[in-house]
Protein backbone atom coordinates (compact mmCIF):
# COMPACT_ATOMS: atom_id res chain seq x y z
CA UNK A 1 0.00 0.00 0.00
CA UNK A 2 2.78 1.92 0.77
CA UNK A 3 4.26 1.47 -2.58
CA UNK A 4 1.20 2.90 -4.39
CA UNK A 5 0.75 6.11 -1.96
CA UNK A 6 4.37 6.71 -2.97
CA UNK A 7 3.21 6.29 -7.03
CA UNK A 8 0.49 8.44 -6.71
CA UNK A 9 2.88 11.08 -4.93
CA UNK A 10 4.79 10.78 -7.70
CA UNK A 11 2.49 11.04 -10.55
CA UNK A 12 1.51 13.86 -8.74
CA UNK A 13 4.09 15.64 -8.46
CA UNK A 14 4.69 15.02 -13.17
CA UNK A 15 1.55 16.37 -13.33
CA UNK A 16 2.63 19.73 -11.71
CA UNK A 17 5.96 18.93 -13.69
CA UNK A 18 3.84 18.70 -16.87
CA UNK A 19 1.73 22.07 -16.45
CA UNK A 20 4.54 23.93 -15.65
CA UNK A 21 6.26 23.41 -18.58
CA UNK A 22 8.78 20.85 -17.85
CA UNK A 23 8.62 17.98 -19.80
CA UNK A 24 10.85 15.19 -20.38
CA UNK A 25 12.01 15.46 -24.05
CA UNK A 26 13.72 11.56 -23.94
CA UNK A 27 10.27 9.95 -23.72
CA UNK A 28 8.38 12.41 -25.62
CA UNK A 29 11.23 11.36 -28.42
CA UNK A 30 11.12 7.69 -27.67
CA UNK A 31 7.37 7.55 -28.11
CA UNK A 32 7.33 9.42 -31.05
CA UNK A 33 9.84 6.84 -32.44
CA UNK A 34 7.60 3.64 -30.85
CA UNK A 35 4.58 5.26 -32.78
CA UNK A 36 6.95 5.57 -36.09
CA UNK A 37 7.79 2.29 -35.84
CA UNK A 38 4.19 0.90 -35.54
CA UNK A 39 3.63 3.01 -38.53
CA UNK A 40 6.22 1.24 -40.85
CA UNK A 41 5.58 -1.79 -39.58
CA UNK A 42 2.03 -1.32 -40.22
CA UNK A 43 2.47 -0.43 -44.28
CA UNK A 44 4.18 -4.26 -45.04
CA UNK A 45 1.56 -6.83 -44.45
CA UNK A 46 4.73 -9.25 -43.86
CA UNK A 47 5.49 -7.05 -40.70
CA UNK A 48 1.78 -7.00 -39.26
CA UNK A 49 3.25 -10.05 -37.26
CA UNK A 50 5.09 -7.89 -35.18
CA UNK A 51 2.85 -5.70 -34.16
CA UNK A 52 0.15 -8.29 -33.20
CA UNK A 53 3.13 -10.42 -31.52
CA UNK A 54 5.60 -8.11 -30.05
CA UNK A 55 3.19 -5.75 -28.80
CA UNK A 56 -0.89 -7.27 -28.78
CA UNK A 57 -2.33 -5.16 -31.51
CA UNK A 58 -5.53 -6.29 -33.24
CA UNK A 59 -5.59 -5.60 -36.76
CA UNK A 60 -8.38 -3.19 -36.84
CA UNK A 61 -6.30 -0.60 -34.30
CA UNK A 62 -2.99 -1.86 -37.66
CA UNK A 63 -5.23 -0.60 -40.04
CA UNK A 64 -5.74 2.96 -38.00
CA UNK A 65 -2.12 3.21 -37.44
CA UNK A 66 -1.43 2.20 -41.25
CA UNK A 67 -3.74 5.29 -41.95
CA UNK A 68 -1.84 7.89 -39.23
CA UNK A 69 -0.68 11.39 -40.79
CA UNK A 70 2.66 11.78 -38.98
CA UNK A 71 1.29 14.81 -37.39
CA UNK A 72 -1.08 12.45 -35.45
CA UNK A 73 1.94 10.61 -34.54
CA UNK A 74 3.41 13.28 -33.05
CA UNK A 75 0.25 14.63 -31.32
CA UNK A 76 0.11 10.85 -29.43
CA UNK A 77 3.30 10.76 -28.35
CA UNK A 78 3.68 12.01 -24.33
CA UNK A 79 6.06 13.62 -22.94
CA UNK A 80 4.98 12.45 -19.43
CA UNK A 81 4.60 8.04 -19.41
CA UNK A 82 5.84 6.32 -22.08
CA UNK A 83 2.43 4.98 -24.18
CA UNK A 84 3.52 1.34 -23.97
CA UNK A 85 4.54 -1.24 -20.93
CA UNK A 86 6.29 -3.76 -20.78
CA UNK A 87 4.69 -7.29 -21.13
CA UNK A 88 7.70 -9.78 -20.07
CA UNK A 89 7.26 -11.71 -16.95
CA UNK A 90 9.67 -9.82 -14.43
CA UNK A 91 11.22 -13.34 -13.45
CA UNK A 92 12.45 -13.54 -17.19
CA UNK A 93 13.79 -10.01 -16.76
CA UNK A 94 15.46 -10.42 -13.48
CA UNK A 95 17.23 -13.82 -14.68
CA UNK A 96 19.01 -12.25 -17.81
CA UNK A 97 20.34 -9.38 -15.70
CA UNK A 98 21.75 -12.60 -13.54
CA UNK A 99 23.41 -13.92 -15.91
CA UNK A 100 26.92 -13.69 -17.54
CA UNK A 101 27.96 -10.42 -20.47
CA UNK A 102 30.37 -10.07 -22.21
CA UNK A 103 31.90 -6.57 -20.93
CA UNK A 104 34.36 -5.71 -24.02
CA UNK A 105 31.00 -6.08 -26.10
CA UNK A 106 31.92 -3.08 -28.11
CA UNK A 107 34.54 -4.79 -29.37
CA UNK A 108 31.99 -7.31 -30.57
CA UNK A 109 30.78 -7.33 -34.80
CA UNK A 110 29.00 -10.38 -34.48
CA UNK A 111 26.11 -8.86 -32.55
CA UNK A 112 22.88 -9.12 -33.90
CA UNK A 113 20.79 -6.03 -34.17
CA UNK A 114 18.37 -5.18 -31.11
CA UNK A 115 18.49 -1.77 -31.45
CA UNK A 116 14.95 -0.74 -30.01
CA UNK A 117 15.33 -3.13 -26.90
CA UNK A 118 18.89 -1.16 -26.34
CA UNK A 119 17.27 1.74 -26.42
CA UNK A 120 14.42 0.70 -24.28
CA UNK A 121 17.37 -0.56 -21.24
CA UNK A 122 19.44 2.50 -21.75
CA UNK A 123 16.53 5.02 -21.31
CA UNK A 124 15.22 3.08 -18.44
CA UNK A 125 18.45 3.26 -17.49
CA UNK A 126 19.00 7.01 -17.76
CA UNK A 127 15.28 7.76 -15.80
CA UNK A 128 15.76 5.10 -12.82
CA UNK A 129 19.39 5.97 -11.78
CA UNK A 130 17.89 9.34 -10.96
CA UNK A 131 14.45 8.09 -9.54
CA UNK A 132 13.90 4.31 -9.58
CA UNK A 133 10.46 4.86 -8.63
CA UNK A 134 9.54 7.71 -10.88
CA UNK A 135 11.01 5.50 -13.79
CA UNK A 136 8.62 2.58 -12.55
CA UNK A 137 6.07 4.70 -12.85
CA UNK A 138 6.37 6.77 -16.16
CA UNK A 139 7.77 3.11 -17.89
CA UNK A 140 4.88 0.74 -16.21
CA UNK A 141 7.51 -1.48 -14.86
CA UNK A 142 7.81 -2.89 -11.75
CA UNK A 143 10.51 -1.04 -9.00
CA UNK A 144 12.31 -4.37 -9.03
CA UNK A 145 13.01 -4.08 -12.56
CA UNK A 146 13.82 -0.66 -12.32
CA UNK A 147 16.10 -0.90 -9.49
CA UNK A 148 17.85 -3.81 -10.87
CA UNK A 149 18.14 -1.35 -14.63
CA UNK A 150 19.78 1.39 -12.65
CA UNK A 151 22.26 -0.52 -11.40
CA UNK A 152 23.24 -2.67 -14.61
CA UNK A 153 26.12 -1.24 -16.45
CA UNK A 154 25.69 0.10 -20.43
CA UNK A 155 27.74 -2.87 -21.55
CA UNK A 156 25.05 -5.08 -19.64
CA UNK A 157 22.15 -3.51 -20.37
CA UNK A 158 23.16 -3.93 -24.52
CA UNK A 159 24.29 -7.67 -24.00
CA UNK A 160 20.93 -8.31 -22.47
CA UNK A 161 19.82 -11.17 -23.83
CA UNK A 162 16.60 -12.41 -21.88
CA UNK A 163 15.16 -16.36 -21.98
CA UNK A 164 12.04 -14.85 -23.77
CA UNK A 165 11.72 -12.16 -26.53
CA UNK A 166 10.46 -8.95 -24.68
CA UNK A 167 7.00 -8.97 -25.16
CA UNK A 168 5.22 -4.80 -24.71
CA UNK A 169 1.45 -3.79 -24.45
CA UNK A 170 0.19 -0.25 -25.11
CA UNK A 171 -0.83 1.52 -21.72
CA UNK A 172 -4.43 2.91 -22.88
CA UNK A 173 -7.51 1.48 -25.47
CA UNK A 174 -7.25 1.30 -28.39
CA UNK A 175 -10.22 2.62 -28.98
CA UNK A 176 -8.14 6.05 -28.62
CA UNK A 177 -6.12 6.02 -31.68
CA UNK A 178 -9.65 6.70 -33.54
CA UNK A 179 -10.25 10.59 -31.89
CA UNK A 180 -9.94 12.99 -33.86
CA UNK A 181 -7.04 15.43 -34.08
CA UNK A 182 -8.70 18.07 -32.15
CA UNK A 183 -9.94 15.68 -29.34
CA UNK A 184 -5.97 14.84 -28.60
CA UNK A 185 -5.63 17.32 -25.78
CA UNK A 186 -7.35 17.28 -22.52
CA UNK A 187 -9.58 14.16 -22.53
CA UNK A 188 -7.74 12.05 -24.67
CA UNK A 189 -4.53 12.69 -23.06
CA UNK A 190 -6.20 12.50 -19.60
CA UNK A 191 -8.09 9.22 -20.56
CA UNK A 192 -4.62 7.41 -21.73
CA UNK A 193 -3.20 8.81 -18.40
CA UNK A 194 -6.36 6.65 -16.35
CA UNK A 195 -5.95 3.60 -18.53
CA UNK A 196 -2.15 3.35 -18.31
CA UNK A 197 -3.09 2.67 -14.25
CA UNK A 198 -5.72 0.71 -14.76
Known amino acids: MRQLYDAIAVWDANTKSLTAGKTNKNIREFNLNFLHLLHQASQQPKTHTILQDVFGLSE ?4 TI ?8 RDLAS ?22 YD ?15 TA ?17 VVFGVSLDIARVVAEASDAQLRSLRPEEPLRFKLR ?7 VSDDELSGISFLQRTQQAFD
Request: glycine content about 2%; aromatic content about 10%.
Open 60 to 63: QATR
Open 66 to 73: QAMSPDKL
Open 79 to 100: DLLLIFALDTDDAVILRAFEQG
Open 103 to 117: EQIYLDTRMPPQEFD
Open 120 to 136: YWLLLNKEATQDPLQAS
Open 172 to 178: FKEDLFQ
